[in-house]
């Protein structure tokens, strides 16, 4: 009889996405360095702040209304588990930018989340055009662990970049190291490239 390992890609076209050094699973872990943040929607709001020209503030109501897309990507921790094929649902980051201007100095961008995580992004990276604040995973809306109210998704980088409970977006013209990239994670964390770890002092 043969015997399936859920880890080990079932197709050529699998095997094709599964970036060096990572393993499958069918499930969905959670991993969160922390608490769950609570949510409370009178007080939620969402801001792009940093190197604009004016600072753009969202209740959780306003930003309900942006257009909403949908994108289906792979998702890679960088403790070697993948999770392909998952459709996000939320608002494109492109679509959230398009309400500012940037002041011509902004080329980095730290993610600030709900419970003090943070993370890092080169800007090109952040305007992707699979990079989205997901409220909905595979049809229904995001668990409080994975994220709820919203989370960012970088499809393209480790998946610690895919920051939960996001709060606000800062633009800034040096890049600064976020949490994990503090504790000697990659500044860019290209799985394709296996940029999992940077050399000390991590900056
Ligand atoms: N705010 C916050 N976002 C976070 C994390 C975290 O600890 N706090 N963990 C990151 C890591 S390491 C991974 S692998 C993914 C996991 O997302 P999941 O728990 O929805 O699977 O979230 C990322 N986003
Ligand atoms: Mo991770």
């Given at each position: 009889m043969a015997v399936v390992n859920p880890q080990r890609p079932r197709d050529a076209e699998e095997a094709r996405r599964l970036p060096p050094g990572q393993y499958l699973t069918r499930k969905f872990p959670v991993?969160?360095?922390?608490?769950?943040p609570s949510f409370d929607p009178a007080t939620w709001d969402f801001r792009l702040w940093g190197l604009v020209e004016e600072e753009v503030r969202w209740s959780y109501e306003?930003?309900?209304?942006?257009?909403?897309?949908?994108?289906?990507?792979?998702f890679h921790c960088v403790t070697r588990?993948?999770?392909?094929?998952?459709?996000?649902?939320?608002?494109?980051?492109?679509?959230v930018m398009r309400h500012v201007r940037l002041r011509p100095e902004a080329r980095y961008a730290m993610i600030h989340c709900d419970g003090g995580y943070t993370t890092n992004l080169a800007l090109e990276v952040?305007?992707?055009?699979?990079v989205l604040l997901a409220y909905k995973h595979d049809g229904e809306w995001l668990t409080p662990e994975h994220g709820y109210p919203l989370r960012l998704v970088v499809p393209k980088r480790y998946a610690w970049k895919s920051a939960k409970w996001?709060?606000?977006?800062?633009?800034?013209a040096e890049n600064r190291p976020g949490f994990w990239e503090q504790h000697g994670y990659h500044m860019d964390g290209d799985p394709w490239k296996e940029e999992r770890y940077s050399e000390p002092p991590y900056r």
């Open positions: 991993l969160t360095y922390g608490e769950t306003e930003f309900m209304r942006l257009p909403t897309v949908e994108v289906v990507s792979d588990w993948s999770r392909l094929n998952n459709r996000w649902e939320g608002v494109s980051v492109r679509e952040l305007l992707d055009d699979d996001v709060r606000s977006i800062e633009l800034m």
